[in-house]
């Protein structure tokens, strides 16, 4: 079982900015904020929500970002059996695939729960598996745009992996803050020299 990744080699001015739970109500803007700042992110996405919007899904690696892959349901895969744990990971992928054409290389579990099941499969597989630097925690009641931007700008250096949300499945979400903190998050990194890439860019050899 090979341990999640959690940061870049910290040898260059990157960092790499991951939007989980989506294609969501926040896809749009954070690619218009994206794009404004000719930065690339990657984004873990829940295979229901690509089945759900699939044009949202193309249109994150149209514009030349990257696709992950963050399960199918959701799941807490500690708290379910390893068999409803791997068919979840699994289901995941199956559904990018179909819409995206190919097989994500890079699998993020929800809540960052690797189990032994799914992580064996993952390297089986070759993928890698992906967890984070810092969480940006914008999805909590009563976060501001101003909290989220600057508990993300204080983690920002070389090789780190940050999580924010485009998406919360299921679940009501107000992205108002989140997309308030991103432009602020673009223009810190861009004040440090740190060039926003894609997770398999940051991690290249």
Sequence with gaps: MTAAVERGPGDRPEIALTFDDGPGGATNAVLSALDGAAARGTFFMVGSQV??????????????????SHTYEHLDHEAVPAETALEDMLGGAAAIERVLGFE???????????????????????????????LAGDWRAGETGESIAG?????????AIVV??????????????MLTALPAILQA?????????????LLRS
Aim: proline share 11%; hydrophobic share 40%.
């Design 189 to 201: 990194a861009a004040e440090r020299g740190l060039q926003p890439v894609t997770v398999s860019e």
């Design 164 to 177: 924010l949300h485009d998406g919360r499945r299921d679940k009501p979400a107000d992205h108002a803050p």
């Design 151 to 159: 508990r993300v700008i204080a983690a920002l250096e070389p090789g």
């Design 51 to 68: 089945h759900e919007r699939p044009a949202q899904a193309r249109a994150v690696t149209a514009a030349g970002h990257e696709a992950g």
């Design 104 to 134: 994500p290389p890079l699998y993020r579990a929800p809540y960052g729960h690797f189990v032994p099941a799914t992580s064996r499969e993952a390297a089986m597989r070759g993928w890698t598996c992906v967890g984070w630097t810092m």
